[in-house]
C-alpha cells in the first residue's frame, strides 16, 4: 500500500544566514508601519494609547536591568525575535561587561536579568555572573533556554553553578509534549530540556518553598495568542509532574512580538493580517501602564540601551541624551519618551505580556 | 494593495461565507442592540469557568461547531484550543465525539426503519 511520506522538515536558519532581508530593522519596521495600519484598517498604536492619555508613553521607576550578553544560542527557535543562533557573533565583550557591573553597583533596579542568544555561550558569561552576584542584587535571573545545559559537557555543571550563585533561572518551554515543543525548536530540544528541568531540581531548584526560583516561560507555538496564564500555569504543572516528576514555581506566558523570525513566519504562513487583526482585537487599555518598558532598561552586546529587547533588535535605540552603557546616567534615561511602534501591540493584548509574564 | 482589496471585495461577493466575516461578528448588535448584547453577554458567561472548566468547554464548542458545520466556529475553536494548549489529539477525539453522536442520530433512526418496514409487511 502506497504510504505518504511526511516531509523532513527544513532546518531553521537565522534570517541573518539565509540573508532575508528581514534581517533588515528597518525593513521590518517599514512592514510593520505599512499595510494594515498605512492603509487605516487598523488603528495604530499610538492612536491607541492617545485616546486614554499615555502618548508619549514614559517610564516609572527603573525596577529591571535586562542585559543581552549576545545573539549566539545553540538552537534556532523558529519564532526567535532576536534571531539567534549558533552562527551569530555578536558576543558582549569584558570591557562592555565591566561597564555593566559598574551601573549594577550603582542602579536602583532590584532586578538584574541577563538573556541572549544563550548567554551561557558568552565565554565570559561565568566571571560575568560570578561578579554581578557580588553586587547583592535582589532578584539575579539568568534565561536559559534549558537545552544548552545538556549541549556540551562543558555546560553539564551549571545547575551547580546557578546555584552558586544565587541564581533565578527562567527558562522557555513552548509545550509540555514532546511534539510541540521540537517543532519550533528543534528535534531532541524537548529531551534535552526535561533532562535539564531534573537536573535543577535535583539541586533543589523549583520545589515548592525553594529559594532557588525556577520560572517557565511559556510562548504560543505559532500565529495564536497565549491563553489564561493561570490555567496554562496548572495545566504545565499537571502534566510535567505526572509525565516527568518535574516541579518548577510560575509560568510567564509571553506573546509572540511581530519581528525578526516570527515576523518572517507570519508573512510566509499568511498568518500576517490575521496576528495584526488579533492584536489589536486583544488590546487592553489596563495593561498599558505596567508595560515592561516602562520599568526596565535593555541594554545589548555593544552597550547601546534600548526600551526593550525587542525595540533593541529593531534598532531602536532610548530617545535620550544617554544613549550607551558609558554615558550611563539612570535619572538623565528615566526622563525620556519610550519609542513604540505597531509591535507593542504585543504586550498589551489580552492580560499584557513582558518578560515577567502578563502585566494587568 | 487597493487592487487586491478590491479583488477581495468582489470575491467576497461571490461567496457564501469569508473567513474576514468572523471579526465583524460583534455588528450584529449595530441592528438591534438589545438582543446582539444579551446574546453576547449570555455567551461570553456560557463560557466562563463553572462546574466545567473553560478547557472543557472549549472542547464541547469544537465538537458542536463541527456537528453544526459552521466554518466560521471551527475556526474560532480551533485557536481557541490553541490559545488554551490542548493538543491536536484532544482536538480530534473532540471532532469525533461529535460526530459519533451525529452519526448515531442517523443510525438510530434505522430503528424507525425497520418498525415501518415490519409494520408493512406480511
Not at chain 2, 478590491?6 to 460583534?26: E, I, T, V
Not at chain 2, 449595530?30 to 466545567?52: H, M
Not at chain 2, 469544537?62 to 475556526?75: F, R
Request: charged share 25%; glycine share 8%; hydrophobic share 40%.
Amino acid at each position: 500500500m502506497h504510504q505518504l511520506k511526511k516531509a523532513k522538515k527544513p532546518k531553521t536558519k537565522t534570517l541573518h544566514a539565509r540573508k532575508d532581508e528581514l534581517a533588515s530593522a528597518n525593513r521590518q519596521l517599514e512592514i510593520l508601519n505599512g499595510g494594515l495600519f498605512a492603509e487605516g484598517e487598523l488603528p495604530s498604536f499610538k492612536d491607541k494609547i492617545s485616546e486614554i492619555g499615555h502618548f508619549p508613553l514614559r517610564p516609572n521607576r527603573l525596577e529591571i536591568l535586562q542585559i543581552n550578553v549576545g545573539y549566539m544560542c545553540n538552537i534556532t527557535c523558529e519564532h526567535c525575535h532576536v534571531d539567534a543562533g549558533p552562527g551569530r557573533k555578536e558576543i558582549m565583550t569584558t570591557e562592555t561587561m565591566e561597564m555593566c557591573l559598574e551601573v549594577i553597583r550603582n542602579t536602583g533596579a532590584h532586578t538584574l536579568d541577563l538573556t541572549g542568544g544563550a548567554p551561557e555561550m558568552n565565554p565570559h558569561f561565568r566571571w560575568f555572573v560570578e561578579e554581578a552576584a557580588k553586587a547583592g542584587i535582589k532578584d539575579f535571573i539568568v534565561r536559559s533556554n534549558l537545552s544548552i545545559i545538556m549541549a556540551h559537557p562543558k555546560f553539564r555543571d551549571l545547575p551547580d553553578f546557578f546555584k552558586e550563585h544565587n541564581v533565578h533561572v527562567v527558562s522557555s518551554l513552548p509545550h509540555y509534549t514532546r511534539g510541540k515543543t521540537d517543532k519550533q525548536r528543534g528535534d531532541g530540544v524537548f529531551d534535552a530540556s526535561i533532562q535539564a528541568l531534573l537536573e535543577l531540581n535535583e539541586r533543589g531548584y523549583g520545589k515548592p518553598g525553594s529559594d532557588l526560583r525556577l520560572d517557565l516561560v511559556y510562548n504560543p507555538s505559532g500565529a495564536f495568542l497565549p491563553g489564561d496564564q493561570a490555567a496554562l500555569e496548572s495545566d504545565f504543572k499537571n502534566a510535567l509532574l505526572e509525565d516527568f516528576g518535574i516541579l518548577f514555581h510560575s509560568l510567564f506566558a509571553i506573546t509572540n512580538l511581530p519581528i525578526s523570525r516570527f515576523l518572517d513566519y507570519l508573512i510566509a504562513s499568511d498568518n500576517y493580517d490575521d496576528y495584526m487583526y488579533a492584536l489589536v482585537d486583544a488590546y487592553n487599555p489596563g495593561a498599558v501602564a505596567n508595560v515592561m518598558c516602562t520599568n526596565t532598561i535593555s541594554i545589548s552586546w555593544d552597550g547601546w540601551l534600548y526600551d526593550c529587547d525587542f525595540n533593541q533588535m529593531l534598532g531602536l535605540k532610548v530617545a535620550s541624551k544617554v544613549k550607551h552603557i558609558k554615558d550611563y546616567n539612570e535619572d538623565i534615561l528615566n526622563d525620556r519618551n519610550i519609542i513604540i511602534s505597531q509591535h507593542c501591540y504585543g504586550c498589551t493584548a489580552g492580560a499584557g505580556s513582558s518578560c515577567q509574564g502578563t502585566v494587568a | 494593495m487597493r487592487i487586491q482589496n478590491l479583488f477581495k471585495q468582489n470575491a467576497m461577493a461571490n461567496s457564501y461565507y469569508d473567513p474576514a466575516d468572523l471579526r465583524k461578528f460583534g455588528k450584529i448588535t449595530e441592528w438591534s442592540e438589545e438582543l446582539g448584547t444579551k446574546f453576547f453577554d449570555y455567551y461570553g458567561k456560557v463560557f466562563e469557568e463553572g462546574a466545567l472548566s473553560a478547557r472543557e468547554k472549549s472542547l464541547i464548542a469544537l465538537a458542536v461547531s463541527h456537528v453544526v458545520k459552521c466554518p466560521y466556529c471551527i475556526d474560532a475553536y480551533t485557536k481557541d484550543g490553541l490559545q488554551r494548549g490542548i493538543t491536536k489529539e484532544e482536538m480530534m477525539e473532540a471532532v469525533h465525539a461529535g460526530a459519533a453522536i451525529e452519526s448515531g442520530a442517523t443510525l438510530v433512526h434505522g430503528v424507525q426503519m425497520m418498525n415501518k418496514y415490519n409494520k408493512l409487511s406480511m
